[in-house]
């Protein structure tokens, strides 16, 4: 039968055809999805080969200007953001190491990038040697030091950057010869003795490089803590090569304080508050993005709120927030009555309905329109483009929408999955939808935002960050 089926124009019986026409055509809208996204999964920086694989390992003899340590997981969401934001081209992908070199041609051609090649950077990479002092290098430091800087404070990577490691890169010399390392670093030049804190990928070479570094007390002064060293020395391992750099520690200064920025104490009118769970930093990092703006004049609308970071994220910038759950929320808020006057509450206000959306006619009623929906509920994305459609009458034209895509079983191929829910999402009369990982996501989680059009929709998906 097998054989029937494969070569249906040898055989002139009518059922032998019949199970052709029904059984090929099949196989094939099966596996066309499928081959489609594989061909835009593997978008990605360009490299220095022309490969267009983010997972191709770097040249031997490759002389990269930035080394990442980032996990896979991060990788492909790490390199769209620096792709759009940051001077950096990628050379190669090994055990977890990003090579990354500066872009040199787009800063001097005065384009967007031109603002990391200014300033005295240079002067942060220690002693120079003669071979660094001149323009074209001094350029290129600069924008090193200005990358990382920029990169240690970037709000939106603020959420993975704790798992991501930054090597800058000046210079290499052979494996396990200290004496050229300081030979090439001038540390004999340093009118005090230097001290340093190391840092390596993998990090087990830390222990094999810092017993070579002891053995030259007089040279170097190693120290494990940030807040006593006033270098960073940087090295990498590479095919018989140390990859290095000696720096000034005020470039990893806010990398470094990093965590106590994370937990730093958010601000709004009526008072002051610490984000309370993760969900907080997904709305901040779209808003980070520049998908939209809410301003003091917007009524917010957030189904699904409990414990409240969304509600938070809202609070801090919009005009009132209603808060629809059953669960209690973790936020400051004031209970829905009938008799409450939204006229007389404060800007920034929580509005907490304790109630499923079904049962809050009479508050969507009072607050509408919205000019803001947001939805992360942790239920399959049926049951959220349901709830949207529910609130839809009660939407402002231009509403600005994000809803969380979560996906409970395991899949190797996300995009068709997320083209469904913004076909319906179209349908429903949504349109500039724009679908992004975020850093903030989990791995099985998208997140889409679009806004309510009354005019019908076009084709519009942007797949850019997913």
Same mark, same amino acid.
């Given at each position: 039968?097998?054989?029937?089926?494969?070569?249906?124009?040898?055989?002139?019986?009518?059922?032998?055809?019949?199970?052709?026409?029904?059984?090929?055509?099949?196989?094939?809208?099966?596996?066309?999805? &499928? +081959? !489609?996204?594989?061909? *835009? =999964?593997?978008?990605?920086? #360009? $490299?220095?080969?022309?490969?267009?694989?983010? @997972?191709?390992?770097?040249?031997?003899?490759?002389?990269?200007?930035?080394?990442?340590?980032?996990?896979?997981?991060?990788?492909?969401?790490?390199?769209?953001?620096?792709?759009?934001?940051?001077?950096?081209?990628?050379?190669?992908?090994?055990?977890?190491?990003?090579?990354?070199?500066?872009?040199?041609?787009?800063?001097?051609?005065?384009?967007?990038?031109?603002?990391?090649?200014?300033?005295?950077?240079?002067?942060?990479?220690?002693?120079?040697?003669?071979?660094?002092?001149?323009?074209?290098?001094?350029?290129?430091?600069?924008?090193?030091?200005?990358?990382?800087?920029?990169?240690?404070?970037?709000?939106?990577?603020?959420?993975?950057?704790?798992?991501?490691?930054?090597?800058?890169?000046?210079?290499?010399?052979?494996?396990?010869?200290?004496?050229?390392? &300081? +030979? !090439?670093?001038?540390? *004999? =030049?340093?009118?005090?003795? #230097? $001290?340093?804190?190391?840092?390596?990928?993998? @990090?087990?070479?830390?222990?094999?490089?810092?017993?070579?570094?002891?053995?030259?007390?007089?040279?170097?002064?190693?120290?494990?803590?940030?807040?006593?060293?006033?270098?960073?020395?940087?090295?990498?391992?590479?095919?018989?090569?140390?990859?290095?750099?000696?720096?000034?520690?005020?470039?990893?200064?806010?990398?470094?304080?990093?965590?106590?920025?994370?937990?730093?104490?958010?601000?709004?009118?009526?008072?002051?508050?610490?984000?309370?769970?993760?969900?907080?930093?997904?709305?901040?990092?779209?808003?980070?993005?520049?998908?939209?703006?809410?301003?003091?004049?917007?009524?917010?609308?957030?189904?699904?709120?409990?414990?409240?970071?969304?509600?938070?994220?809202?609070?801090?910038?919009?005009?009132?927030?209603?808060?629809?759950?059953?669960?209690?929320?973790?936020?400051?808020?004031?209970?829905?009555?009938?008799?409450?006057? #939204?006229?007389?509450?404060?800007?920034?206000?929580?509005?907490?309905?304790?109630?499923?959306?079904?049962?809050?006619?009479?508050?969507?009623?009072?607050?509408?329109?919205?000019?803001?929906?947001?939805?992360?509920?942790?239920?399959?994305?049926?049951?959220?483009?349901?709830?949207?459609?529910?609130?839809?009458?009660?939407?402002?034209?231009?509403?600005?929408?994000?809803?969380?895509?979560?996906?409970?079983?395991?899949?190797?191929?996300?995009?068709?999955?997320?083209?469904?829910?913004?076909?319906?999402?179209?349908?429903?009369?949504?349109?500039?939808?724009?679908?992004?990982?975020?850093?903030?996501?989990?791995?099985?989680?998208?997140?889409?935002?679009?806004?309510?059009?009354?005019?019908?929709?076009?084709?519009?998906?942007?797949?850019?960050?997913?």
């Amino acid at each position: 039968m097998s054989e029937k089926v494969e070569n249906p124009l040898m055989h002139s019986t009518t059922s032998t055809r019949k199970v052709a026409e029904e059984e090929q055509p099949t196989k094939k809208m099966k596996n066309k999805p &499928f +081959q !489609n996204f594989q061909k *835009q =999964e593997k978008t990605s920086l #360009p $490299s220095k080969n022309g490969s267009n694989s983010e @997972k191709a390992p770097p040249a031997i003899d490759v002389e990269p200007h930035i080394i990442f340590r980032v996990t896979t997981h991060h990788l492909s969401r790490f390199l769209k953001w620096v792709k759009r934001t940051y001077p950096l081209e990628s050379v190669g992908y090994n055990d977890e190491m990003l090579f990354t070199r500066i872009q040199s041609d787009s800063i001097k051609k005065g384009r967007k990038y031109e603002r990391f090649s200014m300033g005295d950077g240079w002067k942060l990479f220690g002693i120079l040697s003669e071979k660094d002092k001149t323009e074209e290098r001094k350029s290129i430091l600069n924008a090193i030091a200005n990358v990382i800087e920029e990169m240690c404070g970037d709000g939106v990577m603020s959420v993975c950057l704790g798992m991501i490691r930054m090597f800058p890169v000046v210079g290499s010399c052979e494996e396990n010869n200290v004496q050229q390392l &300081f +030979q !090439n670093l001038n540390i *004999q =030049e340093y009118k005090e003795k #230097p $001290s340093a804190r190391m840092q390596s990928a993998p @990090k087990k070479y830390e222990l094999e490089v810092g017993d070579l570094l002891l053995l030259h007390p007089d040279i170097i002064n190693l120290t494990p803590r940030f807040e006593d060293c006033s270098y960073m020395l940087n090295f990498i391992p590479w095919k018989g090569r140390w990859l290095y750099s000696f720096c000034d520690k005020k470039i990893f200064d806010s990398f470094f304080n990093q965590k106590a920025q994370l937990m730093e104490t958010h601000t709004k009118d009526n008072g002051a508050f610490t984000p309370i769970c993760r969900a907080y930093y997904k709305l901040n990092e779209v808003l980070l993005r520049d998908t939209f703006e809410i301003t003091k004049d917007m009524a917010c609308i957030d189904v699904g709120a409990a414990p409240g970071g969304w509600v938070q994220t809202l609070a801090q910038r919009g005009k009132v927030v209603l808060a629809v759950d059953p669960a209690e929320l973790q936020v400051p808020n004031i209970p829905f009555t009938k008799e409450m006057d #939204p006229l007389t509450l404060d800007v920034g206000s929580v509005v907490h309905v304790r109630d499923r959306l079904q049962n809050a006619t009479d508050a969507l009623k009072m607050f509408a329109p919205f000019q803001v929906f947001v939805c992360d509920m942790n239920v399959e994305i049926k049951f959220v483009l349901a709830l949207l459609n529910d609130c839809k009458e009660y939407l402002a034209e231009g509403c600005h929408t994000v809803v969380t895509v979560k996906m409970f079983k395991k899949t190797k191929f996300f995009l068709p999955i997320v083209r469904e829910v913004q076909d319906q999402m179209r349908s429903m009369g949504f349109g500039n939808l724009r679908a992004m990982h975020l850093f903030s996501n989990k791995k099985m989680e998208f997140t889409i935002v679009a806004t309510k059009q009354t005019t019908p929709v076009v084709c519009d998906i942007t797949e850019e960050d997913v």
